[in-house]
T-cell receptor, first 108, second 116 residues
Framework: DAKTTQPPSMDCAEGRAANLPCNHS???????VYWYRQIHSQGPQYIIH???NNETNEMASLIITEDRKSSTLILPHATLRDTAVYYC?????????FGKGTRLSVIA | GAGVSQSPSNKVTEKGKDVELRCDPI?????LYWYRQSLGQGLEFLIY????????KSGLPSDRFSAERTGGSVSTLTIQRTQQEDSAVYLC??????????????FGSGTQLSVL
C-alpha cells in the first residue's frame, strides 16, 4: 500500500519539537489521516487522527494542509521515551495498513 | 480496565506443527484485528472481525492460516503445518467503534512465534 510517504528516519533533540511529515497526495475526500507509533518490542499505540481540521490531544498535534495532500505530526516537547517508529496511515472503510513509517530518534 | 491480552507471549515450535495463538480483546470492543510483524518489517494485516459480520480474511497469506472469534470476544489464530517463514510477532488489536472510520485501535503486546 503506497498511499502515504514518510521519511525513513529523523532525529530530534530532547525537549525540542519533533515535526514528522507525511505525504498523502492521493487521499480522497472521506479518508482519515491516522498516526500510530510503535516503541521497540511493543504493539503500536494510537496517537491522533483527523479528517480536515487540525487536531490536538495530550500526546500530539496533527496539522493537515488545506488540500489534504500532506500532514505533520507535532510532538511539542520530545522526550527520550518518544523514540519510536511513527506510522502515518490514510484509510476509509478498510483495516489499517501500516507502511514502514519514520524512525524517530530523540537524542539527549 | 485491562488492555488487550495475548497468550502465549512466546511460542517456539517445530516446522510442520500446528499452533494456536489467543487474543482477549478489551471488554465491550466489537472489532478485533490480527496483524503480524516479521523481524525489522512493518505490520501486515491478516484478518478483521466486526460483530456478527463475516470476517475480512483478505490478509491471510495462505490456507494454513485461520482464525475464529467465539461469542464476539476471544479470538484464536491457528497456523497449521508451520513453516520457518511464519516466524514473526503476531499482534492482536481491538476497537470499540462499530465502523472502520474514526476509530482507535488498541494493540496487545503480541505473541513471538519462532518456528525451528
Amino acid at each position: 500500500d503506497a498511499k502515504t510517504t514518510q521519511p525513513p528516519s529523523m532525529d530530534c533533540a530532547e525537549g525540542r519539537a519533533a515535526n514528522l511529515p507525511c505525504n498523502h497526495s492521493t487521499i480522497s475526500g472521506n479518508e482519515y489521516v491516522y498516526w500510530y507509533r510503535q516503541i521497540h518490542s511493543q504493539g503500536p499505540q494510537y496517537i491522533i487522527h483527523g479528517l480536515k481540521n487540525n487536531e490536538t490531544n495530550e500526546m500530539a498535534s496533527l496539522i493537515i494542509t488545506e488540500d489534504r495532500k500532506s500532514s505533520t505530526l507535532i510532538l511539542p516537547h520530545a522526550t527520550l521515551r518518544d523514540t519510536a517508529v511513527y506510522y502515518c496511515i490514510v484509510r476509509v472503510d478498510t483495516p489499517l495498513v501500516f507502511g514502514k513509517g519514520t524512525r524517530l530518534s530523540v537524542i539527549a | 480496565g485491562a488492555g488487550v491480552s495475548q497468550s502465549p507471549s512466546n511460542k517456539v515450535t517445530e516446522k510442520g506443527k500446528d499452533v494456536e495463538l489467543r487474543c482477549d480483546p478489551i471488554s465491550g470492543h466489537t472489532a478485533l484485528y490480527w496483524y503480524r510483524q516479521s523481524l525489522g518489517q512493518g505490520l501486515e494485516f491478516l484478518i478483521y472481525f466486526q460483530g456478527n459480520s463475516a470476517p475480512d480474511k483478505s490478509g491471510l497469506p495462505s490456507d494454513r492460516f485461520s482464525a475464529e472469534r467465539t461469542g464476539g470476544s476471544v479470538s484464536t489464530l491457528t497456523i497449521q503445518r508451520t513453516q520457518q517463514e511464519d516466524s514473526a510477532v503476531y499482534l492482536c488489536a481491538s476497537s470499540l467503534s462499530p465502523g472502520l472510520n474514526n476509530e482507535k485501535l488498541f494493540f496487545g503486546s503480541g505473541t513471538q512465534l519462532s518456528v525451528l
